[in-house]
């Protein structure tokens, strides 16, 4: 089929996908040698050790090329004892993008800290790093940088700021394991990163989370928050962490289950090649559809170094001016009838939630936001229009595992057949915008 030639399937023509290819999505990849690993785990009754995870830790750590990786329960306790490393405590701020995994900051209150929201670039979706200096107060203790949905955030400027206001910055790689910045590992360039690796994301493991820094008194403290069994006098070097060593000072337990670590040492084998498939994969759909309107690709520059590392829950970027206003909600129907995949949405904005506004988690007879706050630092609705607009814009695309540029040219055909009939959409087009999806982003693994 001509590209774009036929009648639209949403109108009674022919689809644009014309076979089903399920296994282009499932994830993770999984063989005897992962069935393999756990089994081992299972029958050598080491679920609770800390073997395995420490072998997975070493592996990490030389991959991601760091000088320390510590093992987590999940990526929310990774990034909790990462502020607790950066010291993050009682009246602190920390600025934070409201596009993102709730996981990303909320951990700050039961540190007795607080979140400020900065805007995201339209463009990546991360932290808008001129938006970031104006939020800086002396309070301010940390940086939480989202590589957001496979997108290298613009890490240059956000050190430059950081460092002159000699505050930490804190990578949330959730979303971008392997991703480079300007030829750079992602995770690497701030003072520690944290991830998740549960099963839905690029490295996809179980349960689990990694923190990685360089920097030992950070590693240390991430250690004695929630690793009991490891935090030992004698193995410290921070002195002021020698005193209270045999308890957590989180009072946290974190471990990493093993049967996730012995999974993460066989995916780790194979990330870089698999990973590599799907940069090619998904670098082939945005360029079958460079130019095409209303739509444009979710990934940085080809000669900036920087890669979407596995294009975790990858996205595309809506312009309906260019359609004369059709809505994206229209516009997706259009192209879910093509037999291809497209789903408005993202994060719905943290910073709209009560929770973030109204709710007194702890009975400090305030909102928790503003339990050891100087100020009314509230942001609601409306407070950040960029954020607000942006998530609107935007969708998920197909999340290609495997090279197959057959399929792949169906589905983008999809696309670019939608965007040249969309004038036989407008008549149908009742919705107005779309909106976030959730709190959470939902993705088809299967
Ligand atoms: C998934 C995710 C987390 C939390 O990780 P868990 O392993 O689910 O606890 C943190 N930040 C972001 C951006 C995420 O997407």
């Not at 990849?29 to 069935?35: L, P, W, Y």
């Not at 050891?372 to 998530?391: I, K």
């Amino acid at each position: 089929m001509p590209d774009g030639a036929s009648k639209l399937a949403l109108l009674g023509g022919p689809k644009a996908v014309t076979r089903p290819e399920r296994d282009m999505f499932t994830w993770p990849i999984v063989t005897k040698e992962d069935e393999q690993a756990v089994l081992k785990v299972l029958r050598e009754r080491i679920m609770s050790g800390i073997e395995e995870t420490k072998a997975f830790e070493r592996e990490y750590a030389a991959w991601q090329g760091v000088k320390h990786a510590l093992g987590f329960s999940t990526g929310t306790a990774s990034l909790h004892a990462a502020m607790f490393g950066c010291k993050v405590g009682v009246g602190d701020e920390i600025i934070c993008p409201s596009l993102t995994f709730w996981a990303s900051c909320l951990q700050a209150f039961s540190l007795g800290a607080t979140i400020v929201f900065a805007e995201v670039d339209p463009l990546t979706l991360c932290l808008d790093p001129n938006d970031i200096e104006k939020r800086i107060t002396p309070r301010t203790k940390a940086i939480m940088v989202v590589h957001y949905c496979g997108y290298p955030a613009d890490m240059d400027p956000i050190m430059a700021i950081a460092r002159k206001h000699n505050i930490k910055v804190i990578e949330d790689v959730s979303h971008v394991h392997g991703a480079l910045y300007k030829g750079r590992r992602t995770g690497a360039i701030g003072d520690v990163a944290g991830y998740s690796m549960m099963s839905g994301k690029s490295l996809a493991i179980g349960e689990a989370g990694m923190l990685t820094t360089n920097d030992t008194e950070i590693f240390e403290r991430a250690l004695a928050f929630g690793h009991y069994e490891r935090y030992k006098a004698e193995d410290i070097l921070t002195e002021a962490l020698k005193p209270f060593a045999g308890l957590p000072l989180g009072g946290y337990k974190y471990r990493m289950h093993q049967m996730s670590a012995a999974v993460g040492r066989v995916q780790l084998k194979y990330y870089d090649a698999r990973m590599a498939e799907i940069q090619k994969a998904m670098n082939l759909f945005w360029d079958l559809l460079e130019g095409v309107p209303g739509i444009q690709a979710h990934r940085p520059p080809k000669d900036s170094g920087s890669t979407m590392g596995g294009w975790y829950a990858a996205r595309g970027l809506y312009q309906p001016e260019a359609l004369e206003g059709l809505s994206l909600a229209r516009f997706a129907e259009a192209v879910r009838a093509e037999g291809a995949i497209c789903q408005p949405g993202c994060n719905t904005p943290l910073h709209t939630h009560p929770l973030l506004n109204t709710c007194d988690v702890y009975g400090h007879g305030k909102p928790t936001r503003l339990a050891n706050a100087d100020r009314d630092l509230r942001q609601g609705p409306g407070s950040l229009p960029v954020t607000e607009r942006v998530v609107g814009r935007v969708y998920g695309i197909p999340w290609f595992k495997h090279y197959r540029p057959n399929y792949i040219r169906q589905q983008a055909n999809a696309y670019k057949k939608v965007a040249r009939h969309y004038r036989e959409l407008l008549p149908g087009d009742t919705a107005k915008s779309a909106e976030g999806i959730s709190y959470h982003l939902s993705q088809w693994s299967r």
